[in-house]
């Protein structure tokens, strides 16, 4: 039972425009979100998180969305940079699973000059 | 050394090796993760320790069997693998039990003949 899901497997943009990735989830008890960006080669690194009381949570260029009546978070990258091309994870965690972190399978970014 | 490192970070065995694989964390974090990550698939946490002490173990194969001498060193020992255990293998650390954001190694891809 995937709990989180990232239905794109994969998003192109073009370099200066908005990169939207998206996240659902179905465990209503979870009331924290990351998102983490992963390089070929490298582990995933945190890029920012938001918990349940907010809706919102901005740092930079990188925006958290959630909506949690739609079970639903989105990352806005704006504006998108080459550099930003990676594989874009978001993770969940909550009370009734243990704190752990539950994942989605990742979105392929890939931004464009 | 910084952060979380890994070694190796890639490994090749036959089924009957034996093999280990290492962790060490740099950030004076009390508690340290295994993950698996195959092709596709969400990361899967495999094992968490909490001051070195085991507190999770997701019903992970006997072939694979972790061992922590301090908060600063974890190791995931396998023997007898078999091709689907081919993976991506991360590792993890948070300064407290798993509700903490995660901070991750590069990885060591395994592969298994």
């Known amino acids: 039972d995937q709990q989180v899901k990232q239905n794109s497997p994969s998003l192109s943009v073009q370099e200066g425009r908005i990169s939207i990735l998206n996240c659902d989830y179905t465990?209503?008890?979870?009331?924290?979100f990351l998102w983490y960006k992963k390089y070929p080669a490298e582990g995933p690194t945190f890029l920012i998180s938001?918990?349940?009381?907010?809706d919102k949570n901005e740092d930079g260029r990188f925006t958290v969305f959630l909506n949690k009546s739609a079970k639903h978070l989105s990352l806005h990258i704006v504006p998108s940079q080459p550099g930003d091309s990676a594989v874009y994870f978001c993770?969940?965690?909550?009370?009734?699973?243990?704190?752990?972190?539950?994942f989605g399978e990742g979105t392929q970014l890939t931004v464009n000059p | 050394e910084t952060g979380v490192t890994q070694t190796p970070r890639h490994l090749v065995m036959g089924m009957t090796n034996k093999k280990s694989l290492k962790c060490e964390q740099h950030?004076?974090?009390?508690?340290m993760y295994w993950y698996k990550q195959s092709a596709k698939k969400p990361l899967e946490l495999m094992f968490v320790?909490?001051?070195?002490?085991?507190?999770e173990n997701n019903s992970v194969p006997s072939r694979f069997s972790p061992e922590c001498p301090n908060s600063s060193h974890l190791f995931l020992h396998l023997h007898t693998l078999q091709p689907e255990d081919s993976a991506l293998y991360l590792c993890?650390?948070?300064?407290?039990?798993?509700?903490?954001?995660?901070?991750f190694g590069p990885g060591t891809r395994l592969t298994v003949l």
């Open positions: 938001i918990s349940s009381i907010k």
């Open positions: 320790y909490n001051f070195k002490e085991q507190t």
């Open positions: 465990n209503s008890m979870f009331d924290y």
């Open positions: 993770a969940a965690s909550g009370e009734t699973s243990g704190s752990r972190l539950t």
């Open positions: 993890a650390s948070s300064q407290g039990h798993l509700a903490d954001t995660q901070y």
């Open positions: 950030l004076g974090h009390n508690a």
